[in-house]
């Protein structure tokens, strides 16, 4: 009716406490390309591969359903915090990583003001990585970095240094056949030694570069200890975890700020969906997507251990990656003050937005 056409659109304006506006339309609009191309795969199998349709099937209408609808709670000086919302828990959903990455970060500041207010720490953020591999090759190297990665952490030179850590997986995937001037001003000397330069074929074109994200929780006194590790320590330490013939790249480096929020910044759960929501290339879209989907399913992508484990388990948090996705900050509930008002949101597919219901 005309009423209705009259009636103001409400849209969505969801702030964090630091009053950064929250881009949840964005990552929905990324939630439904990556429906796109669930349903593009599922197509693919459509009767010559049932097991695989039905699979895709599952994943494309999970991946709609995620974050439809947002209901608030909204105290009286206009505060707001979400309280009920369906998340697709699917690794490779844009909105959920977001949510995930936000719930890392809040719980990872958590555990650290924790350990600060017991005793000083000194925090190193380590990346541990290894040579680019290809699809096929992309899941016996997930293997063989979990593996590693424990491996590594009972050496004795790393049990000496590290009181606890936080370690996250990344894999990120090189779409580009060409190399960009983007690309080359990045690793001018890597393209160099190969002899490459702008417009030439990219030699990483379809390759997978999985790694590790690792925060370390190390005694305030470490950088001047006899247990220091040199960048080079640590660098073959991680190649001899790896079973690596050669000198893998390896970074250290100290994490600066003492702040709970400093620290926690370095612990980044990061899943680019940028890298497998490839804009105007389909095909090259469904590859990764569906590589990406087998080799993640049920691993853990992020781990806690020593102190920061205890913590973990001490401070009553849930499971970062498949837990709560709606109470990513718990703290932020108590702050709401006086009576509530409930306010509903729905996904809007003429506006693509979230609009007030
Ligand atoms: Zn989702």
Not at 112 to 134: C, D, G, P, R
Not at 145 to 159: E, S
Not at 216 to 236: G, N, P, T
Not at 298 to 315: A, C, D, P, T
């Amino acid at each position: 009716s005309m009423e209705q056409l009259n009636k103001q659109v409400e849209f969505l304006e969801d702030k964090s406490s630091s009053g950064k506006l929250r881009d949840w339309s964005g990552k929905k609009k990324r939630n439904l390309s990556l429906a796109e191309i669930y349903m593009m795969i599922k197509e693919s199998y459509r009767k010559i591969h049932s097991e695989k349709f039905n699979r895709f099937l599952n994943r494309e209408e999970r991946c709609r359903m995620c974050a439809i609808v947002l209901k608030y709670k909204r105290d009286k000086n206009g505060k707001r915090t979400l309280y009920e919302a369906y998340f697709c828990q699917l690794r490779l959903c844009p909105v959920c990583n977001w949510r995930r990455s936000l719930k890392i970060f809040a719980q990872v500041s958590k555990i650290i003001q924790a350990i600060e207010k017991e005793q000083e720490h000194a925090y190193l953020f380590l990346t541990l990585t290894q040579k680019n591999v290809s699809a096929e090759n992309l899941d016996k190297t997930l293997d063989d970095m979990m593996y590693g990665w424990n491996k590594f952490m009972k050496y004795k030179k790393v049990k000496d240094v590290v009181k606890g850590a936080y370690r996250g997986l990344e894999i990120t995937y090189d779409k580009n056949p060409i190399i960009t001037s983007k690309m080359y001003q990045k690793k001018k000397d890597y393209y160099q030694k190969l002899g490459l330069k702008v417009g030439d074929k990219n030699p990483n074109f379809d390759m997978y570069h999985p790694h590790f994200h690792v925060l370390i929780v190390a005694d305030k006194s470490y950088f001047k200890s006899r247990k220091y590790l040199k960048h080079e320590e640590w660098q073959e330490l991680w190649a001899k975890a790896m079973k690596l013939d050669y000198m893998p790249q390896v970074n250290v480096k100290k994490v600066k700020g003492n702040t709970a929020e400093a620290v926690a910044e370095v612990a980044k759960y990061s899943a680019k969906d940028s890298d497998y929501v490839i804009e105007k290339d389909l095909d090259l879209s469904m590859n990764v997507v569906e590589t990406l989907d087998y080799a993640l399913q049920g691993r853990r992508l992020v781990s806690f251990s020593g102190i920061m484990k205890e913590w973990h388990k001490k401070l009553n948090l849930d499971d970062a990656e498949d837990g709560d996705l709606v109470h990513i900050d718990s703290e932020k509930d108590e702050e709401l003050e006086g009576e509530m008002t409930l306010e509903t949101y729905a996904w809007n597919v003429g506006y693509m937005n979230y609009v007030r219901v």
